[in-house]
């Protein structure tokens, strides 16, 4: 079993759709949560932050992060043809320590 | 802030040549910065850990006296990719990790093409 499973998609929604995201995780030791969106060829883009369980909310964007079951989500509401890209899941143990992605799914937003 | 940029953006170089790729944290004091590649449609894979003022980490599997990883500064770290080859054409991305803090901010890539 990976450490992080993440489904790779695609997933194709049509403007203003609510979009739900999630990872699964095996290492309870993990204790940062993030979620970042990357378009085609430039770097990752850091959307949410979380630290152990709860939820976070930024604008159209929603974390929550479960630690008893080991799962993860992002919501985008009202999603928008900008919002095309592909997500991934990371977490880590603390801030010196690699994340562990999930392998990323590609969202495509049809307007 | 939490900005992180890296130079130059693309890079294309002859077989056998040497290429140097900077990390910059423009408004932060990173202790630790990371480097990844990433092959077209897949996730990142880490290459090193990278502390200022002490030798990388790699990970298992990447050459160590290939990728030629320096941390000299809190602000900088650069990856030097040694004797390229083709197979080394890929797009590598550098992360850093705030002092004070525990979140990753990546930079936007560099683009190898060896020829």
């Known amino acids: 079993q990976k450490e992080v499973e993440q489904d790779p998609g695609p997933l194709s929604v049509p403007e203003g759709a609510i979009v739900s995201l999630n990872c699964t995780y095996s290492?309870?030791?993990?204790?940062?949560f993030m979620w970042y969106r990357q378009y085609s060829r430039k770097g990752p883009e850091l959307l949410m932050y979380t630290y152990s369980s709860g939820n976070k909310e930024d604008g159209r964007f929603t974390a929550q992060v479960d630690k008893s079951s080991k799962y993860i989500s992002l919501f985008i509401r009202d999603s928008q043809p900008s919002d095309s890209a592909t997500y991934l899941c990371a977490m880590t143990k603390s801030g010196n320590t690699p994340l562990v992605f999930g392998k990323g799914t590609r969202l495509s937003v049809i307007a | 802030g939490a900005v992180v940029s890296q130079h130059p953006s693309w890079v294309i170089c002859k077989s056998g040549t040497s290429v140097k790729i900077e990390c910059r944290s423009l408004?932060?004091?990173?202790?630790?910065m990371f480097w990844y590649r990433q092959f077209p449609k897949q996730s990142l894979m880490l290459m090193a850990t990278s502390n200022e003022g002490s030798k990388a980490t790699y990970e298992q599997g990447v050459e160590k006296d290939k990728f030629l990883i320096n941390h000299a500064s809190l602000t900088l770290s650069t990856l030097t990719v040694t004797s390229a080859h083709p197979e080394d054409s890929s797009f590598y991305i550098c992360?850093?990790?705030?002092?004070?803090?525990?979140?990753?901010?990546f930079g936007p890539g560099t683009r190898l093409t060896v020829l």
């Open positions: 290492n309870s030791a993990f204790q940062y």
């Open positions: 408004d932060f004091q990173a202790t630790t």
């Open positions: 992360s850093a990790s705030p002092t004070l803090g525990n979140e990753q901010f």
